[in-house]
């Protein structure tokens, strides 16, 4: 941590007035690009904090925690997904008398990292859970690098001393999910998931594991996380697959629609979201906990806040077969 400054010292050094920092800090549209990045630097560089945040951490909103939610794809139904991760958080943090503060990514989309940085100052919490986090996500990585939180990560395996992540084992899950439809044939078709996805690395590598011990003709290709893309290329498949292995429920979702009645290629998801349940079909999943995720990462986040370093967190899942309600 810097040693502790003031708003006059930041103006100094930024050459501004002691307004313009305050405008800046509370993201005044008023305020120009050029004077933004100025004064964001020095408070970068200085490590500073406004003083409405400096009292709030050391008083009752002491124990405020920011939950940052990464809505990345508005056209699918998912909300399940976050609602459970958030309810999970809720209830945790009742118990253990900590108050939440919900940010979704539309909040910040059009800031800049600086800017960024300044928007959780304003939230008066001391650490952040992270829920979606991708690779290309620069604003996240920056608070990583310089915004002095105690940080939770769901599903990137990232540790260090101020950063914890929770997260089920998605290589095994991927392996034991996909095990369960391979015995039947050995030419798979495999659909992973957004190229920047920290899962989508981690259910590769656990098919491909499976691949080689079964010895197994593998395709991998690009679904996206994606139920209409998943649709098109299964519509589209020039070739005969023993069976199809989506690493989402919704791939698999839009594998079956695109498939003949009565086909017999097998086909798993993963994440067991209820909506799987309404198909007509029976299929295998890897189930999730995802309102346990919510709940562990609160608790991950307390005992970084008690001075623990940070540790990974893994969940136990399910494979299930899901059935027709």
Request: glycine fraction near 8%; proline fraction near 1%; charged fraction near 30%.
């Amino acid at each position: 941590m810097h040693e502790r400054i003031g708003i006059k010292e930041v103006a100094a050094k930024a050459g501004v007035s002691v307004s313009t920092v305050s405008k800046v800090l509370k993201n005044y549209t008023s305020i120009s690009s050029e004077t933004r990045e100025k004064v964001m630097k020095v408070v970068e560089e200085t490590g500073y904090i406004p003083n409405t945040v400096a009292s709030a951490l050391s008083s009752k909103q002491k124990n405020r925690i920011a939950v940052f939610i990464n809505v990345n794809d508005k056209f699918q139904q998912i909300d399940e997904i976050n609602m459970l991760y958030i309810l999970g958080a809720f209830d945790e943090a009742r118990r253990q008398n900590l108050e939440l503060v919900t940010v979704f990514n539309d909040s910040i989309d059009k800031l800049s990292d600086e800017e960024t940085l300044g928007y959780f100052h304003s939230l008066f919490a001391d650490s952040i859970i992270v829920f979606g986090l991708n690779r290309n996500d620069t604003k996240m990585h920056y608070l990583f690098d310089h915004g002095n939180y105690k940080m939770v990560i769901v599903d990137a395996d990232i540790v260090t001393d101020n950063i914890s992540c929770v997260m089920i084992d998605h290589c095994q899950g991927q392996h034991d999910v996909a095990a369960g439809i391979c015995d039947f044939g050995d030419t798979v078709l495999y659909m992973k998931g957004k190229d920047d996805g920290y899962v989508t690395d981690m259910r590769l590598a656990g098919m491909k594991r499976l691949a080689m011990e079964k010895k197994l003709k593998l395709d991998v290709v690009n679904g996206d996380f994606s139920e209409d893309r998943a649709y098109e290329i299964v519509r589209n498949l020039t070739r005969k697959y023993d069976a199809i292995v989506c690493a989402s429920d919704l791939m698999a979702i839009g594998a079956r629609r695109a498939l003949p009645e009565g086909s017999d290629i097998r086909i798993s998801g993963f994440d067991g979201i209820r909506l799987l349940g309404y198909i007509g079909e029976e299929f295998v999943t890897c189930r999730q906990d995802f309102y346990r995720i919510g709940g562990a990462a609160v608790k991950a986040a307390q005992r970084l806040r008690e001075g623990e370093k940070g540790e990974r967190t893994i969940i136990p899942y399910d494979i299930k077969k899901i059935r027709n309600h």
